[in-house]
């Protein structure tokens, strides 16, 4: 029998322990599925935004796989760092460890304030409103009038979304009651989407992207003079494009068609004078203030007293070829984002005009990608924040590792779609299978859950989650909701242990 650790329970996790129940060279295969959260699924439960049941309804087959068996669940396990098991000591217990640890930290923007308060990482929004139990509570400057989200992928559109969105319209999904109070009470009105590329280098999908305009009470607004910056944009019907760049850009255009000018802050020049967006400078008379102070640029909406935009709705502006340069401070806060314009450079990047343009925002948000992080006692390659690895192999000083391989994001780094893992699980798992003759003749423990526990750790098993799926509908029901996520570790916990509290 080969005994296998599958460290993490997020797609790739299980998409490799389907493939080693799959494969038919090693008939009898037995595998841990490891996870540090007592819950499984990874970023179908803790990064999919709450209002897409269908990619979350991918836990139903995630499930399928976790119930098998020949699998087992193991949650609430800690690999590497101060209090958990080394890699080391892990691969004692086990013929094979595959590690499918993602990439948990986010990349930051490098400019100078982003350390402010009200500047974060979407990661870190995105765990609080999916109730993520790392997150700490946090209101997230709601009460901000004008929010930017610096990124143009599918987790920039996400936070967007929810960001624009009626907290009605999420009452139905699990989102935790405190971020759905706090969404209810948001007062932002502006939400600003900002690339430093051109429409045809966007990330996100047309799915995506059609979905913000399908929002109740939100306006899309797109400048067609940015659009027509983008070469491919002008671009003839023949000239060959990625589909989904097409689609995208027909999106835009559509939206470019209907709505206004997106430009709402300050322009200035190398010399310090500020411009419209139309490059008429500003007079005296055109220096508008909103209640905090915060001068509005010609364009901008006018708000009332009570910080609602006049027309009662909310604006989602896209914008590009904006790159940012600093975060702007107000009273120990941001108040907004010093942008430098850019042009395409004829090489598929972005060369800096001269000009910048400066963004009112209370509450900005980067989502510029995700990075691995070292795991201790795993080498790392800190350029790339991955493994070293040779087809999953895991690398030591260049040579493979025997029992140790890699899958998903900390194999190949933060890129494609959910669906990407499978092949890549199945890749790692092709090279497990052909080294399994040699696997086999290692030792490995007969109980490695005893030893887990002898070894200070307190796992939550398949039947401690399903206690947890309980207390989450029993939460639901009691607030007239369907079930909604319990958002802390001592309430994860307790509920595995079938506590109420």
């Not at 100078?112 to 990661?123: D, F, M, R």
């Not at 590329?197 to 003079?225: C, N, Y």
Request: hydrophobic share 40%; charged share 25%.
């Amino acid at each position: 029998m080969l005994r296998v650790a599958v460290v993490g329970s997020g797609p790739s996790g299980v998409y490799t322990a389907q493939a080693l129940l799959n494969q038919s060279l090693v008939p009898e295969v037995r595998v841990h599925v490891l996870d540090r959260l007592p819950t499984p699924y990874g970023l179908v439960r803790y990064g999919v935004a709450p209002d897409h049941e269908k990619i979350k309804s991918l836990q139903n087959s995630l499930r399928a796989v976790l119930e098998d068996e020949r699998v087992t669940f193991v949650g609430h396990v800690q690999i590497g760092g101060a209090d958990g098991v080394p890699p080391a000591r892990l691969a004692e217990l086990y013929h094979a460890v595959v590690y499918c640890v993602g990439a948990a930290a986010d990349r930051p923007l490098a400019v100078p304030g982003e350390e402010l308060p009200g500047s974060c990482s979407a990661t870190r929004f995105v765990s609080w409103y999916s109730a993520h139990p790392d997150s700490a509570p946090d209101d997230f400057a709601l009460r901000a009038r004008s929010a930017v989200v610096i990124g143009v992928g599918n987790v920039a559109v996400d936070v967007a979304r929810i960001l624009a969105r009626g907290a009605d319209e999420l009452r139905a999904t699990d989102v935790p009651r405190a971020a759905l109070g706090a969404l209810a009470g948001s007062r932002v009105r502006e939400v600003h989407i900002v690339g430093r590329r051109g429409p045809s280098q966007a990330r996100f999908t047309t799915k995506e992207l059609r979905e913000l305009g399908a929002l109740p009470g939100a306006r899309i607004l797109v400048d067609p003079a940015e659009l027509a910056r983008d070469p491919a944009y002008a671009a003839p019907d023949g000239l060959p494009l990625p589909a989904v760049v097409r689609r995208n850009l027909e999106v835009l255009r559509g939206w470019a068609v209907r709505g206004e000018p997106a430009p709402s802050g300050a322009v200035y020049d190398r010399s310090g004078a500020a411009y419209g967006p139309s490059g008429v400078p500003y007079g005296p008379s055109e220096a508008a203030h909103d209640p905090s102070g915060v001068p509005y640029g010609p364009s901008e909406a006018v708000y009332g007293a009570s910080g609602a935009v006049s027309d009662g709705g909310r604006r989602i502006r896209l914008r590009f070829f904006l790159r940012p340069v600093e975060l702007l401070e107000r009273g120990g806060r941001v108040a907004g984002v010093r942008f430098a314009r850019t042009v395409p450079d004829g090489a598929g990047g972005v060369q800096d005009t001269g000009t910048y343009e400066d963004i009112e925002a209370q509450l900005v948000l980067r989502a510029v990608g995700y990075r691995g992080v070292e795991l201790p006692g795993l080498p790392f390659d800190p350029v790339r924040g991955t493994v070293p690895h040779a087809a999953g192999r895991v690398l030591r000083d260049g040579v493979p590792s025997p029992g140790e391989y890699v899958a998903g994001w900390i194999k190949r780094g933060p890129t494609g779609v959910i669906g990407s893992n499978r092949s890549c699980a199945k890749e790692t798992v092709a090279s497990l299978i052909e080294d399994a003759p040699l696997l086999a003749r290692r030792p490995a423990a007969d109980d490695p859950l005893a030893v887990l526990r002898a070894w200070g750790q307190r796992p939550v098993e398949w039947d401690g989650w399903l206690s947890i799926e309980r207390a989450e509908e029993a939460l639901g029901r009691s607030l007239g909701r369907g079930p909604v996520k319990i958002p802390d570790w001592p309430g994860l916990l307790a509920a595995a242990r079938g506590e109420e509290r």
